[in-house]
């Protein structure tokens, strides 16, 4: 603690390790985007599917702006975000917490507050009203896939209720294979080599909610769309039984406690809520909120995945004969 | 010019007066924007065609974000960009330029320049590496239509001859009925009732090339798509003929002339040109650069349309039956 409060404000940062530094971070992007066509492909479709809010822009930064990053930019960052004030202090593992909070008193409290912390100006998105598609050829791709994204709420903007509904509409829609995607497209119809549902909820604005498929065989990417669209429209129609919802939660409930057996996850779990405006309580509260969802909560989610409006990915290998 | 110069520094702006503007410009977003499905559909097309740069965002502004200027945002706005250092001063009529000069002098040249007028911070494109659609269907839409856009250089970030040849492509390719596109869509084969390109060459970043196309009768938007795409190949496969350069440049500067018939047009171009960094030697060579353009710069420019890197919009009546 008092190596990581001594960097918190007296770092001296030399050209050397800012050029150094800003050669491993290209380098990590080359590996981690460059050299990874879904990885492309994922950073085009945020861009295309947040038409105002900064979530459009890679955490890492696009190439271009990367290379172009010099001590003065690190410089006024690190002076201007690197205060006490502005720091959420995670610590995980067999520790004593009233050591921990006096040390981190003795430390971290000792650095003066930053009173220049500027506030947080948060462009929010226009009205949603179109039907987009970003489509990336790629002879590295052997095997075509897609993703259809929403913009939906976080844990931060909605209304209470509805980010659970989402987890466990995720959770029943496309997690793991017990979900009615993975059991229709793969197990049953067998058109599909992978299907599944994701959601991003923790986030300080919206959200996104995203369904994936991968087509086997001769089965069409456009097979597997309509079919992942079946599969929602299903839920919008019918709901969900309260069998399938208490089986959903128990598995998303007992995911959770099982992610609580690693520290890292713990402190990674802690980290991020306290960094998207959550509290420790709703961290506490998490289970028992997911355990009073209800069908209709769940439905009502489903109804949030409207067919017209949503951001489609492809990620195809070059065109045959064009 | 008093009056002007008056108000770009002493400007009393009241809390009523902001209310009732923001009202004004509200309700002009409404009845441009929120009216025209196209208006609506061209808005969501820029937010996907740029990725990074801040021409993604309408000039108007999302109306979320107009609904919420205040008093504050106006006078902080005012304050940092009103002021002679950051203005151009473009008097058109039947005047004395000694004169005007000297009553600018006078007037404008009068108020302190703002020192602390800030850098212009201009965020530029990542790689385009994907191919996008946007489709807005929208219940008062009768006529579907297509637009495809690519961004290209602007006449202040293109190598010299490219933003010229660029221009004469769009008369070329889409300028009227003597146009290509015109010729074969809408008279030769009839499977159009419209069809042109233009070229937006003037900014201070990359600017962008849109061709646009509608069908007529039977003919689906995908013929279009594809007759508008076979008409660009056919430019980078076989070029075009001096004779229809020569006409294309007779045209253009044709129109160049005519435009400046209008008071109102001169001021415009002089203003534009130099708002975004051109020089008024630069609108007085245009017509010679436009003459040197040769039909291999025009090939070249055909060359930036390419069919996999390019963003469509769709403006379609509502599904029929989905």
Chains 1, 2 share one sequence.
Do not use: C, K
Not at 35 to 64: K, S
């Amino acid at each position: 603690m008092l190596l990581e409060a001594d960097r918190m404000r007296n770092l001296v940062l030399t050209e050397d390790m800012i050029a150094t530094e800003r050669d491993v971070v290209l380098e990590e992007r080359r590996s981690r985007v460059e050299n990874n066509p879904g990885a492309i492909l994922g950073e085009e479709i945020d861009a295309t599917l947040f038409q105002n809010h900064p979530y459009r822009v890679p955490v890492i930064g696009w190439m271009h702006e990367l290379a172009q990053l010099n001590r003065e930019d690190a410089v006024a960052f690190y002076e201007r975000y690197y205060a006490p004030n502005n720091a959420a202090l995670i610590v995980a593992g067999d520790v004593e917490p009233a050591e921990v909070l006096d040390m981190a008193r003795r430390t971290y409290g000792a650095i003066p507050a930053n009173p220049e912390l500027p506030p947080r100006i948060r462009p929010q998105e226009p009205e949603q009203n179109t039907r987009r598609t970003v489509t990336l050829r790629d002879q590295r791709v052997t095997v075509p896939s897609l993703r259809m994204n929403w913009v939906v709420p976080s844990y931060t903007t909605a209304e209470p209720g509805t980010a659970e509904a989402l987890d466990l509409l995720s959770e029943i829609l496309g997690g793991g294979t017990r979900s009615r995607l993975y059991q229709e497209l793969v197990v049953r119809r067998g058109i599909a080599q992978q299907a599944g549902a994701y959601y991003r909820g923790t986030a300080l604005d919206d959200g996104s909610f995203v369904v994936s498929g991968s087509p086997r065989g001769e089965a069409s990417l456009e097979e597997i769309e309509q079919a992942i669209a079946a599969e929602i429209r299903r839920i919008v129609d019918e709901g969900v039984s309260e069998q399938e919802l208490e089986r959903a939660r128990n598995r998303f409930i007992r995911n959770m406690i099982f992610a609580r057996d690693s520290q890292a996850t713990m402190a990674q779990i802690y980290g991020s809520t306290l960094a998207t405006g959550g509290s420790v309580e709703e961290i506490d509260a998490w289970p028992n909120r997911i355990r009073a969802v209800s069908a209709e909560a769940v439905r009502e989610a489903a109804r949030r995945l409207r067919p017209e409006i949503v951001t489609i990915g492809y990620l195809l290998p070059p065109a045959s004969d064009e």
